[in-house]
Every structure is written in C-alpha cells, then in structure tokens.
C-alpha cells in the first residue's frame, strides 16, 4: 500500500486534521541510514512528523525539522515540500539503546536537553525559523509543543512507528489535530474527549487502518470533510552536477590537495547515502575550471 497524507477539516469549521501512512518513507529511511531499531523508530517519527507538517504547506513550499539533542541520536532531520516529497537524515544511527518490553526509549535516544527547530521555506525573501525547548524528547509531544507556543496554535500530534521481527518498518504513521480560531469550545472538547479514549495510534496502525480510518475513530462523533489526499515519496534532490558545484565551493587548493594527495573525490549525499565519486582527473579539470 502506498503511503499518502489525508487532510480534513470539521464541517463547522472547529479543527482541522491531517493524516498520513509514511510506513514506506520509514523503511527506506531505516534502510538507507542503516539504522537499529531504536534509531528507525525515533528516525521514522520524525519523518512522518514532517510529513505531517507537509500538508500545512502550498505550492513551492518546503519546511524541515531539525532536532539537536544530548542523547545518543545527537542529531535528526526531516525535510519535505507541498508535493509530499520527504527525504531524512541521522547524525548517529546507531543508538546502542535496546528496547524495553513496553518501548523503544526514543526519549532516551534524542535527549531531554535540547532543542527542536522548524525551519519554513514560505517564497519570501528569508525562510521563516523558529525554535523551541525539547520538553520529552518525545518527538510527537515536542512538535505539539512547538505548534501550541511558538505559532500559537493548540495542537495535538501522534506519530507511530510499528517494527519487524528483522527491525523493519513494519507500519508508520501518525496525526496532527489543531484547533482553528474561533472554532466552537462544544466541538474542541468533544474531539478532546475522544482523543483520550482512541486506543494507542500503534494498535491502529497494526490494523491497518488508512489515514481516513484514523481520523474517523477520533472524529468519531464528530461531522467532517476530506479536504485533500497528497500521495508521499522518499525523494532527495541530489545530483552529480550539484555534487560538482559543492566540490568547486571548496576553492582551487583543496581541489588540488584532493586531485594530486588524495587521488580524487567521493562525496556521500547526507540524505539517500548515494555515493558520487570523481577520478583525480575530474578533479584536477575543476580547478583548471576555476582559473
């Protein structure tokens, strides 16, 4: 099944949603970045925490989340656009943490101590950022404590990651509810209400339910209208001619330290982990180029 983003909005106009299987952009995240179980769990949320935020976007828009933090994963990224194009990267993903009987201890992972930070390509003329706190080091809670105060926005976020018997992504996925202005209190603590009585987003997730059949357990009581569905990929933007110009960046005597010392060049991309490499010749061609 593929994974794609549902967004809907009450008929009375209270909240709005969104909700999204991102079990694929998982997997391919763990893969990729040869992540243990600890690290694909914490990795896998925040792309679909991304992927989440995706579907508050328009056009040409693009937004990423970055967690810097004192546990062990040091540093993650998300990064995704209006189109529902999502591509990660992990500082550390190796964890060394081992699951409990009752979690993944992503907490423990991330840190308590740091900060997580969005950063929002909107077409202006500078991207919007904005920062807060790490509260838990649960990723879902900080990102609805990142909406609830830096953009004003009460919020709820679940993000779910389910694995394997091999530590494969076995179904992820997730929800973000926000509360919209002078939207009626009868409503909003209705869908309150109900939030604390669903069973866990991992019990929905291992039955399989769709984005659709997510937010209909929590807006159970509650009319509402699909708004938009956005089908999700794993995409990175990287080149061999982006590489090139990332190479020539670093000026014509480390070009020439890398051609005649080091034999040529390979430059690993930070997201895909694709491996780009140029011969001494090439690189010795690029700072003849820059004469």
């Given at each position: 099944m593929?994974?794609?983003?549902?967004?809907?909005?009450?008929?009375?106009?209270?909240?709005?949603?969104i909700a999204v299987r991102t079990t694929l952009l998982a997997e391919e995240s763990r893969r990729r970045h040869g992540a243990d179980p600890v690290a694909t769990v914490a990795l896998g949320r925040l792309v679909t925490g991304a992927a989440l935020c995706g579907g508050t976007l328009k056009g040409e828009q693009r937004l990423a989340l970055l967690i810097e933090g004192d546990g062990p994963l040091r540093r993650l990224f998300a990064e995704t656009d209006a189109g529902g194009r999502v591509r990660a990267s992990i500082k550390c993903?190796?964890?060394?943490?081992?699951?409990?009987?009752?979690?993944?201890?992503?907490?423990?992972?991330?840190?308590?101590?740091?900060?997580?930070?969005v950063i929002k390509d909107l077409g202006l003329k500078e991207s919007y950022r904005g920062s807060v706190r790490l509260q838990t080091g649960e990723i879902g809670e900080d990102l609805a404590y990142y909406f609830t105060v830096s953009e004003q926005t009460p919020s709820s976020v679940s993000l779910g990651v389910c694995l394997g018997e091999q530590g494969e992504v076995a179904a992820a996925g997730g929800f973000l509810i926000q509360a919209l202005p002078d939207g009626d209190e009868e409503t909003i603590a209705l869908v309150e209400r109900r939030l604390r009585e669903v069973p866990p987003l991992t019990s929905l997730l291992k039955q399989k339910l769709t984005p659709e059949g997510i937010l209909a357990e929590v807006f159970r009581e509650v009319p509402f209208r699909i708004e938009q569905r956005i089908d999700l990929c794993f995409h990175c933007g990287c080149h061999r001619q982006r590489i090139r110009s990332v190479l020539l960046?670093?000026?014509?005597?480390?070009l020439r330290r890398l051609g005649e010392e080091e034999g040529g060049a390979s430059v690993t991309c930070e997201f895909c982990k694709e491996i780009y490499t140029?011969?001494?010749?090439?690189?010795?061609?690029?700072?003849?180029a820059l004469d």
């Open positions: 593929k994974d794609y983003l549902a967004k809907i909005l009450t008929r009375d106009g209270s909240l709005r949603a993903p190796i964890s060394g943490l081992l699951p409990t009987l009752t979690d993944y201890t992503v907490a423990n992972a991330v840190g308590k101590s740091g900060f997580l930070h960046s670093l000026g014509k005597e480390e140029f011969s001494r010749e090439e690189v010795l061609r690029m700072t003849d």
